[in-house]
């Protein structure tokens, strides 16, 4: 099969949050079994390192349709990992100063990438199996060739996928841009519509042969109108093509065993080295390194979805239990302060960096014992997945993809990999560190074991990938 994958930003390339690893993973992954995989995305001028835009190379040039205006869209290319990846250029649109997304025109920037995809389709004659289009930014891209590409020349017989990787960001934007902006005539404005507004997801969502998101019970959870953000009408409406499968990380990146990032090696057999990465990272934040407390880690954006107000109701009781604190993230200003105010308060115990450095994350990951996710929701995570390989212990609440992810290690099976809690509760999630530290501290042959364990859990892209080959495959109507 040939599948076009169709994303807003891809590891390592362009990356803002999780759908850069996955769009850099997955192909990948889709690859090595043997599929052809093209991704296309933005080209990010002002984001893209120069090291690899030496490899990036012009192939050709076309119009795009954005309204009633036609707008420069250039081609680049290039190879890596048995992936062929098209970049769309246009430095009106893709050429700014500060990130990736949160502009006042985002919804054209969009809606002219979603438009220029189905032209390098047709004009490249690429004749794609499978379209797999991810988040909102990629959503019209199954609109518009429901719309006008179907049935055109080279074009048919295409099937279509939409990923939502977070259903809190969808795309919405006032009804005027429906005819000015996306090129979408008044008596199809029904597809796009949703509680008064232009829905990109939404559109998406109606129109798509499946609807994948990236965790089982995420692919549940938006059903609630808890978790949803409004399309939980909408997709309980469409549960008989929606299905979740698990992320996976890619594990020649996140491998502590050869990791430059890190300080020292080690592996599941032989761990001395994640003891040196612990001395060299209380030594970096400015944390004693005397005593062998607990180093509980976090690398997180700084918004309410990710529990943090569940630690700021906890973190006194967290620190009395005996452990330091490494903090890495930037986002809201009362989350940046009041970790900044911890520090202050307890200068021994505890480190905040404000920002995200990727080699300090990976130092953290490493050179933590435990590490906190106690998100409100949670599609998958990915931060469990690569703690885990690292020996890093998760304390997570279950829900998403960390749910799936995470057997409790009270569980009598014994195949526990961290330490979980139910409620969205401050002092269910002290219960849950209470537990992790006191196996810490009481036993350390059962931790040690349990570090082991994690190493060797599972989680590359190998088996997602074979998930998502058999719905292509049920699509394109193969065995």
């Avoid at 004009?123 to 797999?132: E, S, T, V, Y």
């Avoid at 008064?196 to 109606?206: H, L, Q, R, S, T």
């Avoid at 330091?324 to 930037?330: A, E, F, P």
Wanted: net charge negative; proline share 4%.
């Amino acid at each position: 099969m040939k599948i076009l994958y169709a994303t807003s930003e891809a590891q390592p390339f362009a990356a803002s949050g999780g759908l850069a690893d996955v769009a850099g993973s997955l192909p990948k992954a889709l690859a090595a079994e043997g599929q052809e995989c093209i991704v296309v995305l933005p080209y990010y001028v002002n984001t893209i390192k120069d090291s690899h835009k030496e490899n990036i190379r012009y192939v050709d040039h076309f119009y795009v349709s954005v309204g009633w205006r036609a707008q420069y869209c250039g081609v680049f290319q290039t190879e890596l990992n048995g992936v062929t990846y098209y970049f769309l250029d246009n430095e009106y649109y893709f050429k700014r100063d500060f990130g990736l997304y949160g502009y006042y025109d985002d919804g054209e920037r969009y809606a002219f990438f979603s438009r220029a995809v189905m032209e390098l389709i047709q004009k490249f004659d690429l004749r794609p199996d499978i379209i797999n289009a991810n988040d909102w930014q990629c959503a019209l891209i199954p609109v518009y060739y429901n719309l006008y590409y179907r049935n055109q020349y080279n074009m048919q017989n295409i099937h279509t996928v939409f990923t939502i990787h977070n259903i809190q960001y969808q795309g919405r934007y006032g009804l005027e841009l429906l005819e000015e902006v996306l090129g979408i005539p008044k008596h199809y404005k029904n597809i796009m519509e949703y509680d008064g507004d232009v829905n990109f997801m939404k559109a998406a969502i109606e129109v798509s042969e499946k609807v994948t998101t990236v965790s089982p019970t995420y692919a549940t959870e938006i059903l609630d109108p808890w978790f949803s953000h409004g399309l939980d009408r909408i997709l309980k409406s469409k549960t008989y093509k929606t299905c979740g499968f698990l992320n996976g990380i890619d594990t020649d990146m996140y491998n502590p065993e050869k990791d430059p990032a890190i300080p020292a090696s080690f592996s599941a057999k032989s761990k001395s080295g994640k003891r040196v990465c612990k001395k060299k990272l209380l030594e970096e934040v400015g944390l004693p390194t005397e005593d062998d407390a607990p180093v509980i880690g976090l690398v997180s954006r700084l918004v309410e979805h990710k529990g943090l107000d569940l630690i700021k109701c906890a973190f006194d009781e967290m620190i009395s239990l005996g452990c330091k604190v490494v903090i890495l993230g930037s986002g809201e200003a009362q989350y940046e302060n009041f970790f900044n105010e911890m520090h202050y308060r307890y200068p021994d115990k505890v480190s905040f960096t404000c920002g995200y450095i990727p080699a300090l994350a990976k130092k953290i990951y490493a050179g933590a014992d435990m590490f906190l996710m106690p998100s409100k929701s949670e599609p998958c995570g990915l931060a469990q997945m690569i703690s885990l390989r690292y020996g890093t212990i998760p304390i997570v609440r279950a829900t998403g993809g960390l749910k799936d992810s995470i057997p409790d290690y009270g569980e009598p099976d014994g195949k526990g990999l961290g330490f979980t809690f139910q409620s969205y509760n401050a002092l269910d999630m002290l219960g849950a560190v209470r537990r992790c530290t006191e196996l810490y501290y009481n036993d350390s042959k059962a931790w040690g074991a349990l570090v082991t364990r994690a190493m060797k859990a599972d989680f590359s892209w190998a088996q997602s990938a074979k998930l998502y080959i058999g719905l292509y495959k049920e699509l394109c109507g193969q065995q």
